[in-house]
Each structure stands twice: as structure tokens, then as C-alpha cells.
């Protein structure tokens, strides 16, 4: 079905819920989404799954073994996961996670200033993509001349953004 079908627009309110992660090793997993990043550990299942979030949320990233303990990350040219986004409510979040990338030593693959959002590019343990971004304020987009957004892609300025507070 393609999006001029005439089945409607979806319901505005929807929302991304969470992402679920075939990884390789559960620990080293938490490692990174808990340790790292900061997620909280809601519900674990032994030592093949487990369920992390921000403020208390069921989840918003689940990791499992099941199919995949001690595999290796899909090759390149083949289809999967790009990356999952974790959205931060404010630029000063934002810098606070790079701050925790930087003490962990963990690689940036890339920093992008998109106009409407400012991103972070990295990989977890298992080499699967993590974006970490926060949205500029809707009045604050770029548009184009008949009022579009208008996003682009520039380098983001890593010092600037570690001077937020």
C-alpha cells in the first residue's frame, strides 16, 4: 500500500514504544545500556533477557540471548536494524550522555547537527547502531520557502555541546 492509498493518515499520537535487541552477551549488554548510558534494569529473565528503561517505564530497550548467544553482528550489505534513537528532553541531557561516552571511552561514529535535531552516532557492544539526539523546539526547524521542514546534515560542534550545562 503506498501513502497516497487513500487508507488515512496514522493517528498523530502514535508513538515508537521500544525496541527489542538480539544480543550476544546479556551482561555485556547491560553493561553498556545500563552501565554506560544509564538505563535502569526493570525485569531480567535469568541470563538470557532483560528489560531496561528511562523514569520508571516497563521498557524501552529489551535484550535476549535467544536466538543469538554468542553470535556475531550481521554482516555488512545485508538487511536489519539501522540504528534505534533515544530521544533526551533537552541539549543539556544530550551533553550529559556525551560526557558519559567520553568517561567510558566508547567511539563516536558520528555527530550531526540536522537543523531540527542535533545527534549522536554510536555502535553497542554487539555493533548494532544507537542514536542519541534531542529535538530542537518545533518553532526553532529549519523550512523551506512554502513553510516545510527543511532538515540538512552538518557537523555537529562536539565543544559546544559539552559546554551545555
Known sequence: MNENSGAGTIDPRVRIGHVHLKVSDLERA?????GVLGFELMQRYGTQAAFVAAGGYHHHIGLNTWESAGGSAPAP???GLFHLAVLYPTRAA???ALRRLIAANIPLDG???HGV???LYLRDPD???VELYWDRPQDKWPRDANGGV???TR???LDDLLRED
Open 30 to 34: 547491560l553493561g553498556f545500556y545500563c
Open 77 to 79: 550489505g545485508t538487511t
Open 94 to 96: 544530550l551533553a550529559a
Open 111 to 113: 555527530a550531526s547537527d
Open 117 to 119: 535535531s542535533e545527534a
Open 127 to 129: 555493533h548494532n547502531g
Open 150 to 152: 527543511a532538515m540538512f
Open 155 to 157: 557537523r555537529l560542534d
